[in-house]
């Protein structure tokens, strides 16, 4: 009895050792992992947040052009000039006009607003995905830190 003892005990020690030693590995990789994506996560934060601030600056400074503006013509003009700003239709007395602008290659941040004499509404506004992102491939894994 003593013999077998004797050597299941050191295979049962070398298993459990094993199963530890792969346990940690898993919750290493499953821990680096995470933290990838958290930094991935905040930096698209970053990048929303930044561009919603843009947008509510642009809100902003067209509501004052308009304002100033005594010619629908030359607001137009104005408007042309921006680049995140389109005009959509001047109608009534009341301006249509369209905001985008790229968060990532994928997303694109939109708003849809209406200026007339009487004040500004925002229509619609989000987050939009390109079609080009349908086009793309699926990025394989080929084991870089950075994930490309």
Known sequence: MGRISGFILPIGVALVVLMFATLGVLTYSTARADNNFAKRNIQYNELYYEVLGDFEQQFAQTILLFDQSEDAEEFADVIQK?????????????????YSKNITDYVIYGARFVITRDGAEILSRGTINVDEWQEQGIKVWKGSEDGN
């Not at 921006?82 to 369209?98: H, K, R, T, Y």
């Open 82 to 98: 921006n680049i995140s700003l389109e005009l959509l239709s001047m109608e009534n007395g009341a301006v249509d006009i369209f």
